[in-house]
T-cell receptor
Framework: NAGVMQNPRHLVRRRGQEARLRCSPM?????VYWYRQLPEEGLKFMVY????????ESGMPKERFSAEFPKEGPSILRIQQVVRGDSAAYFC????????????FGPGTRLLVL | AQSVTQPDIHITVSEGASLELRCNYS??????LFWYVQSPGQGLQLLLK??????LVQGIKGFEAEFKRSQSSFNLRKPSVHWSDAAEYFC???????????FGSGTRLQVQP
């Protein structure tokens, strides 16, 4: 059973460009979470999604950030008009229906904004 | 809102020595408690978790953690550290009814030969 998959692993963008980060949960997992890790810090929750639904987006910045988890395909975290402060590692996690409290993390996408 | 404190930013131990990483939380009831390990440039791997029951929890790679309600702590221990244990360790807290985990700022473990 493959783990949580994220791509790309590294992403470089110039200020003002858009960044799209993808996450495929573990097989059978229907819950996806996105976290951001700034340098030398712990992870900060951003958003929790189920298929076609955003359940909790209390950690998402109010502007430029959006997330989706369509019926088919991976979850996408989208950052529009990136700024240098968006440089961070973005981690996706997933959990199974029978153990929703336990989250399994992907390898992360390291975003660098020039 | 819940919070997590990992008082030690950086710890160095000798290979073969015992290890204890501290984690304290703030929450009005018993939360769900987790320890994750992150190797450089990698994602987080779940070491162990506590939801209820026996307060001493066994995890992978020879790690264990003990939940102490009176101290609001969930310290991670290993009796004999291996060089491959060098990594960053994160304590995390979850609360019933909310899926978001709250992470501590991490403890970086260095292992000396």
């Amino acid at each position: 059973n493959a783990g949580v998959m994220q791509n790309p692993r590294h992403l470089v963008r110039r200020r003002g460009q858009e960044a799209r980060l993808r996450c495929s949960p573990m097989k059978g997992h229907s819950h996806v979470y996105w976290y951001r890790q700034l340098p030398e810090e712990g992870l900060k929750f951003m958003v929790y999604l189920q298929k076609e639904n955003i359940i909790d987006e209390s950690g998402m910045p109010k502007e430029r950030f959006s997330a989706e988890f369509p019926k088919e395909g991976p979850s996408i975290l989208r950052i529009q008009q990136v700024v240098r402060g968006d440089s961070a590692a973005y981690f996706c996690a997933s959990s199974p229906p029978e153990a929703q409290e336990t989250q399994y993390f992907g390898p992360g996408t390291r975003l660098l904004v020039l | 809102a819940q919070s997590v404190t990992q008082p030690d930013i950086h710890i160095t131990v000798s290979e073969g020595a015992s290890l204890e990483l501290r984690c304290n939380y703030s929450y009005g009831a018993t939360p769900y408690l987790f320890w994750y390990v992150q190797s450089p440039g990698q994602g987080l791997q779940l070491l162990l978790k506590y939801f209820s029951g026996d307060t001493l929890v066994q995890g992978i790679k020879g790690f264990e953690a003990e939940f102490k309600r009176s101290q609001s702590s969930f310290n991670l221990r290993k009796p004999s550290v291996h060089w491959s244990d060098a990594a960053e360790y994160f304590c995390a807290v979850g609360v019933p009814g909310r899926r978001a985990l709250t992470f501590g700022s991490g403890t970086r473990l260095q292992v000396q030969p």
